[in-house]
């Protein structure tokens, strides 16, 4: 059982910066990918970014690759994203996600725990 709480989201102009804190409980968060999808009113949640397991692939989605970076920390048992040069169209619930499964490193094929949100709002 992983348990998944999200914090660091917030207001911000266009262009600023922000960072997203996911802390996982549970002895087994080296065994998931680690990822963040997001929601915007009125849209389907989508796929943002995600991490493996062993830290040493990533996946971004195309909208945010070169502003955002994802990382995890084993020791603490966190995952952060890292949102830079932000814009309007970035603002949404942002979700924390574990999966687990070869081939699951996108985190495609399913999410075995997901957190309860944070929301992330740029103004322009």
């Known amino acids: 059982q992983v348990q998944l709480v999200e914090s660091g989201g917030g207001l911000v102009q266009a262009g600023g910066s922000l960072r997203l804190s996911c802390a996982a409980s549970g002895r087994t968060f080296s065994m998931y990918h680690m990822g963040w999808f997001r929601q915007a009113p009125g849209k389907e949640r989508e796929f943002v970014v995600s991490?493996?397991?062993?830290?040493?692939?990533?996946y971004y989605a195309d909208s945010v690759k070169g502003r955002f970076t994802i990382s995890r920390d084993y020791a603490q048992g966190m995952v952060y994203l890292q949102m830079n040069s932000l814009k309007p169209e970035d603002t949404a619930v942002y979700y924390c996600a574990a999966g687990s499964g070869p081939g699951n490193l996108a985190l495609s094929r399913g999410i075995d725990y997901w957190g309860q949100g944070t929301q992330v709002t740029v103004s322009s």
């Open positions: 991490i493996s397991r062993s830290g040493g692939t990533t």
